[in-house]
């Protein structure tokens, strides 16, 4: 299960795929390569995002790996380990809550005070339960987002880039796959497993 969560990374040189992983591996990679002669440009790609991820590969392993951004995913287990590693005091267990500032009308704030447990319960239920109705389509549009981010990048000059947009936007799988078809086939296997890679055939 961790590794379907764990934040995933692929880096391309040229339209090549290099390496893909978690970071550390895919920077050590990049790392690797960008020091052989003639070496072509290679971007690192977040798989979440789409986006572009700029790394500083400046002297030995060891120090590439130091400077790497700290992983903030999965929340929820790091909530749960900080939780458990501190002494448990008297009252309510601590259950990772962070307080934030909510700006509401005066005829909300009289609805959640009315409901069981008061407003910060209410709030809890709403936002669960619209997380479970509303979790597949996060999800796709997601997807969607970090599939254009990336082909904007590694596509934008290919053919067919215009209405494959269209069609990945219109969420239309089987003319989105047609008309990347052409491109270079690590871009193109790539973008279609950021796209649609957590659903099923259609």
Known sequence: MTDKIR????????????AAGP????AIAV???????GAPSIIIFSDATGQ?????????????????PQPTWPPAA?????ASAQPRGRGRPKLGVVAREVTLLPRHWEWLGAQPGG????????VEEARRT????????AARDAAYHFMSVMAGNLAGFEEASRALFADDRRRFVGLVAGWP???????VKLAFSDRAEP
Not at 52 to 65: C, F, H, N, S, W
Not at 119 to 126: F, I, Q, T
Not at 134 to 141: I, L
């Open 7 to 18: 934040p995933c990374f692929t880096a391309f040189i040229g339209p090549k795929r290099l």
């Open 23 to 26: 970071l550390a591996e895919v």
């Open 31 to 37: 790392m690797q390569a960008s020091r052989r002669p």
């Open 52 to 68: 572009p991820t700029d790394l500083d590969l400046r002297g030995t392993e060891r120090d590439v790996i130091a400077r790497l």
């Open 78 to 82: 790091e909530s749960e380990g900080t």
């Open 119 to 126: 407003a910060s319960v209410a709030l809890r239920k709403l």
């Open 134 to 141: 509303n979790g597949d389509a996060d999800r796709a549009r």
């Open 185 to 191: 086939e690590d871009i193109r296997d790539h973008v």
